[in-house]
């Protein structure tokens, strides 16, 4: 989310996770898009309504740690650092996971939850109130609460934890798999 011509507001997500899953997949022999960012949050918007409303996909992994805020307005040029102070005003971003299953509803959609230092229960609680909103099959919550773990949550079940990106990859492949 751009700043000024210089800056963004950004995340510690890497995008490993899904270039872990394009690999996986294509293992399988799967064909595989991915929109792998830096994007703002209006480019990436534009690039998957656009993949989605000219392209017929089985299933939709929707793992990007897309911004829920940006700021109201970029500023021009480049931020002088001789300024004091500078305060933002951020506004609330559409959720992208919400608009997938109106523009390609026979898609099978994967979302993911995120959430620090959260305990299986609430990973669980938060992913399937996603399912539900969202209309996904599937959700991976996943924490960095003592080391990486993930659940791979459908409304009846929560498979795992896998307790590395990889590892997580894999059984999400072989899920979709199984599922399409």
């Known amino acids: 989310m751009p700043v000024d011509e210089v800056r963004v507001i950004s995340n510690k997500a890497s995008g490993e996770t899904g270039r872990l899953l394009q690999k996986a997949l294509s293992g399988l022999k799967a064909n595989v898009t991915l929109l792998s960012g830096p994007f703002s949050f209006d480019i990436l918007r534009k690039s998957l309504v656009s993949e989605l409303k000219t392209k017929k996909y089985d299933a939709v992994v929707h793992s990007a740690a897309v911004s829920d805020f940006q700021p109201t307005r970029a500023f021009k040029g480049k931020i002088s650092s001789a300024k004091g102070s500078l305060m933002l005003k951020l506004e609330r971003t559409p ?23 959260a305990s299986k229960e609430k990973l669980v609680k938060e992913a399937r109130q996603l399912l539900k909103k969202s209309g996904a099959e599937f959700t991976v919550a996943n924490t960095d609460n003592k080391g990486y773990r993930a659940f791979i949550v459908s409304k009846a079940t929560a498979i795992g934890p896998f307790l590395s990106k990889k590892s997580l990859a894999n059984a999400l492949a072989r899920v979709l798999s199984r599922e399409i």
Do not use: H, T, V
Not at 103 to 117: A, C, H, Q, T, Y
């Open 95 to 117: 959720k992208i996971i919400d608009l997938i299953k109106r523009i390609s509803p026979d898609s099978l959609l994967i979302g993911f939850k995120f959430e620090p230092r």
